[in-house]
T-cell receptor
Framework: GQSLEQPSEVTAVEGAIVQINCTYQ??????LSWYQQHDGGAPTFLSYNGLDGLEETGRFSSFLSRSDSYGYLLLQELQMKDSASYFC??????????????FGQGTTLQVKP | EAGVTQFPSHSVIEKGQTVTLRCDPISGHDNLYWYRRVMGKEIKFLLHFVKESKQDESGMPNNRFLAERTGGTYSTLKVQPAELEDSGVYFC?????????????FGPGTRLTVL
């Protein structure tokens, strides 16, 4: 089976950098995704790592290391609007082309002034 | 372009009643997914449609849940009869292509409370 572990809560101040870790146990997967969800809203896609290494998109970066069964989301220059829940998710293999996602329990990020 | 929409946004029903949730995907998206999040736990996959066909329904909890996607457009998820443990937020998502590298667009969810 597959399981992903994330910290339940993280607190940081505006302007700081925060890293949200995701460790996983899975028999195989295609890649690691990150989604953001503001309170009561729709989860929205942030990033996808199909290969090991760092992917950067503006203030957000995501990293994957398959050998360490580990990934993280890095948020820089934190803003108040970054307060949200962040989910890591894997696309398990083999699942063909279903696009099925297995999610972690989510990390609630609170940004303080 | 309109996003994924879900109806209703909230539903409160008694145990044993029936509820039908609706999802309208982004126009042109052949792939439609249902997920559920229970009490702050992880978001769990329920099933995946490609057009009107069920591609993967491995996450459906039991036969009280019935999903349909007639005509390959909108989808419904019926729970009959509802049990207390069915409470949670039901999300629908759609994508143009299937596969792990394709972004899924989520709707805002339907919050279901079974009393």
């Amino acid at each position: 089976g597959q399981s992903l572990e994330q910290p339940s809560e993280v607190t940081a101040v505006e302007g700081a950098i925060v890293q949200i870790n995701c460790t996983y146990q899975t028999s195989g997967f295609y890649g690691l995704s990150w989604y953001q969800q503001h309170d009561g809203g729709a989860p929205t896609f942030l990033s996808y790592n199909g290969l090991d290494g760092l992917e950067e998109t503006g203030r957000f970066s995501s990293f994957l290391s398959r050998s360490d069964s580990y990934g993280y989301l890095l948020l820089q220059e934190l803003q108040m609007k970054d307060s949200a829940s962040y989910f890591c998710a894997v696309s398990p293999a083999p699942s063909g082309n279903t696009g099925k996602l297995i999610f972690g329990q989510g990390t609630t990020l609170q940004v303080k002034p | 372009e309109a996003g994924v929409t879900q109806f209703p946004s909230h539903s409160v029903i008694e145990k044993g009643q029936t509820v039908t949730l609706r999802c309208d995907p982004i126009s042109g998206h052949d792939n439609l997914y249902w997920y559920r999040r229970v009490m702050g736990k992880e978001i769990k996959f329920l099933l995946h449609f490609v057009k009107e066909s069920k591609q993967d329904e491995s996450g459906m909890p039991n036969n009280r849940f019935l999903a349909e996607r007639t005509g390959g457009t909108y989808s419904t998820l019926k729970v009959q009869p509802a049990e207390l443990e069915d409470s949670g937020v039901y999300f629908c998502a759609s994508s143009q292509l299937a596969g792990p590298y394709n972004e899924q667009f989520f709707g805002p969810g339907t919050r279901l409370t079974v009393l």
